[in-house]
């Protein structure tokens, strides 16, 4: 299949920063003159800042930080950043903007997987399904008795949700069939409409809501203002016994003090898809019997994988043909604003 024309009266030069799925990758380079990344290690900053010197169109992911000094030594040719995945905040928005150059994402894809992962750390947690697993593999089992391994049960307790964006909700939407009782923190209330379907009340203080959730699961986006949004000082209002599940961004939880907690046996468990220092995790976190440890697998799936390369794709193309990409990003202050999406 002959390559897209494009406005640069050339075929767009792109640079992916990862290894896609097969099916993506060979689309990439039928339309356009795709460099693709033949393993799967993330690009050091030295070849980035090459990359970004040589392409009209970068696909990074999260594990690409662009910061403003990369995008400011950027080529002139660098017009669109194509990002797989739904978040930017590794991207500084306010510099691509500065020089011009679009910022695109593929929002809403992994929605359904996240929130998936999610309801596995809401059920395993109160339920101690880690430690029943981890006593089972190292053949510490002697049998069922009245008193092993005894949870709390799920139904009528309180589920907190911290950002009641798309993933929010789903969860909301899950967590109703298990009997839990809902409640969120968001940057303004969701229509009544939509709480009523979901079965969810508004707490306008998160101080309110942390200290009333027997299980806490957080899904906002990382910014200045939600950096340790659980600090030490959250942590301590939570209920002794309750547990938290973080699927967002690892920066949202002052890790430290997540630690002390559970050591201390203040907090009953947490589960963590995202890390401070990903992809090192902290062996105190690996250690404890109630802490799931997952390695980013929010979005693991093979449908979202290859709907979010297709998205990409899409947003290359509509740029290609000078239109404006289907999924560009907001501009950089909306984009900092807002802790709902």
């Known amino acids: 299949m002959p390559a897209l024309a494009s406005p640069l009266g050339r075929t767009p030069r792109v640079v992916v920063t990862r290894h896609l799925l097969p099916e993506v990758e060979t689309r990439l380079t039928e339309l356009f003159d795709a460099e693709l990344n033949p393993g799967d290690a993330p690009l050091s900053r030295e070849a980035l800042a090459a990359a970004m010197q040589r392409c009209d169109v970068l696909v990074p992911t999260v594990t690409d930080r662009i910061d403003a000094a990369l995008v400011e030594a950027a080529g002139a040719d660098l017009k669109l950043i194509a990002s ?20 695109t994402n593929t929002p809403g894809v992994f929605t359904d997987d996240t929130a998936d992962i999610a309801m596995e750390m809401i059920i395993g947690l109160p339920r101690r399904v880690r430690e029943g697993i981890a006593m089972v593999r190292r053949g510490a089992w002697t049998g069922w008795t009245p008193t092993a391994l005894l949870g709390v049960k799920l139904a009528g307790k309180v589920l907190g949700i911290v950002g009641m964006g798309r993933i929010g909700q789903a969860v909301a939407h899950r967590a109703r069939a298990f009997g839990f009782e809902i409640a969120y923190h968001n940057r303004k209330p969701l229509p009544a409409a939509v709480e009523r379907m979901l079965g969810a009340r508004y707490v306008a203080e998160l101080d309110a809501l942390v200290a009333e959730a027997d299980v806490l699961t957080l899904h906002c986006p990382a910014t200045p203002e939600t950096r340790h949004l659980l600090d030490a000082r959250r942590i301590a209002l939570m209920k002794p016994g309750a547990c938290v599940g973080n699927t967002a961004r690892g920066a949202l939880i002052e890790e430290e003090a997540l630690i002390a907690a559970l050591e201390e046996r203040r907090l009953s468990g947490a589960g963590l898809d995202v890390y401070r220092d990903a992809p090192c995790v902290d062996q105190r976190l690996i250690d404890h019997a109630n802490v799931m440890t997952l390695p980013h697998i929010g979005s693991a799936t093979r449908e979202g994988r290859a709907e979010s390369g297709h998205r990409v794709i899409a947003n290359i193309r509509a740029w290609s043909d000078g239109h404006r990409p289907p999924y560009q990003v907001l501009s950089a202050i909306s984009a900092v604003v807002s802790t709902g999406a």
């Open 84 to 103: 797989f995945g739904t978040g930017t905040d590794h991207i500084d928005l306010a510099a691509a903007a500065a020089r011009g150059i679009i910022v």
